[in-house]
């Protein structure tokens, strides 16, 4: 029987010829990645067992992007504390601080994560390594059982087959399918969601870059998806070929795979979504509360972070500026990124508009450690999450939407749609 | 281990979360991982009392969508230190992965179970097994239990126990490699 291109990640990382959704199996990580927040806690935990190193220093990789400013005195002890246990242990690859920048995004942009591989990663949002045809699953807490054996048991999941055809029209962007989809599957349109994995497939992935497919892998991650993957194809050659590297191999999909379910979805039936504040509905924005004053507006996060977003961004901001009243803050991905940004006049642009240039990380979506929001403030921005509190206070709303429509809003000092002003999405 | 736990069936409906259904929230954020703390908070929110009431070999049953929500394992550890199981007709995959995690005897994917007891009827699981017996009602089902792989992490203690013993194997494994 044929296998989805999920199950045979996972079976050629388990030395296993086939697997099928339901069997329990070890596999064998390439690369194992824990986020700043998890280091010194993981290497605390460990101690307590009596283990004093990890499997092999040459596949873990440290990054520090939750909290890249060490915004109080905790969190610069935090980070010393983790500069002291990647010596002790030995990794090689530990991105400090003004180093890489947000870890689900510039490990792709590096070619550290390519094509064909398969992670186990501390952080939920390393869904977005399916944007470029590796599979990376998530462990949370259990990453220490990882660290120390290699290892550790994973269920095979039920993989769902989402077709894309047509093209997103003006002011539409992945971000708005990720949010809708999202929404439809909590909603119970869909059938059981819980750990599934998505498999994209159809002809609108020609025209859907990875900076798209990284937005809409991660999109998908809260409800509870386990992965989203994109088959390597033209669109990832050329991505790897843009930054000067080779390498990688493909996994895809056998003819004859057996899906849990098939999905088909004409992208260009589809109009710019918001997230209302709390996180549990998703309108169109048309639906949502147009013309709302906002006091907060940011662009950035693992799903949103990449040079493309950044220049979709940029269009909307050229030669206009940022509404009195509002604050604008821009989080770049990676180091790269901002380098490539400079290059290309995009900072100058920002700057020029009076917004306000944040260095790369997660940005105020990681907690509110940086440009948070006050009591009774308004945010919209492209967050990973907006539950109530998640950037500051309890008592602030914030709505989530896509690069375009943040922008967009920035410039009008109001929720607006992208497609109204002069700029494309 | 011993897999089979009879006592008394405390039945629950669906969509009950871990936090604040199981326990506290307040205990999962505060990351209080000592059952001592956790045990008196059992259930409060949901069946205040619960603590007093259940013991050793009583069987938590559960409908749909049961221990839902972010996986913090609180709850589960206060029943495992309690000794009480948990079956339920489904759980979400982290709820699964915590209760693993945790060294929890439970069974989840149980179509019906909850529909085979009423509160305080007494129970008997075998959850290497998987047979469910209603001793009040002398209903009996068979359900597939878990992995045989995930029962032996539970055996361990959970994920720490699995991991203290390994490294003891590692450890000793040096031992006499070095004295070679």
Redesign the interface.
Known sequence: MGQTAIEKHLARASGLDAVVPGDIVHPDPELVIVHDGYIAAAHRELGQLGIDRVFDPERVMFVTDHDVIHATPLAAERARQNRRVAQEWGITKFYDVGQGGQGHIFPMEEGIVRPGMFLLCYDMHCTNFGAVGALALRTGSEIITVLAQGTIWVQVPHTIRIELSGRFAPGVMARDLGFRLAADFAGGLYGAYDYRAIEFHGPALADLPVAERIALCNTLTEIGLCASYFAPDDQTARWYADRGIAGGSTVTADADAKYEQTLSIDLSGLEPQAVLPGGETTVPLAQTDLGRAIDHAYLGSCGSGTFDDLLVAADILRGKSVAPGTRFLITPGSTATIARMEREGLGDIFRKAGAILLPAGCGPCAGGTMGPLGPGETSICTAAVNNFGRMGSKDADIFLASPATVAASAVAGVISDPRSINGKG | MNWIYRGRAHKFGDNVPLDDGFIPFRLAIGRVTDPDKLIPHLFEDVRPGFATRAKAGDVVVGGADFASGK?HAQGFIALQAMGIGVICQNM???S??AG??SGLAFMTGCDGVADMFDDGDEIQVDFATGRVQNLTSGKTRDYTPL?Q??RD?IATGG??G???K??AGQ?AAQTVGEAR
Request: glycine share 0%; hydrophobic share 40%.
């Open positions: 996986p979400p995959y982290n699964l992965r693993v995690s992995d792989s995930l992490i994920s720490k699995l991991l203290r390994w490294w450890s």
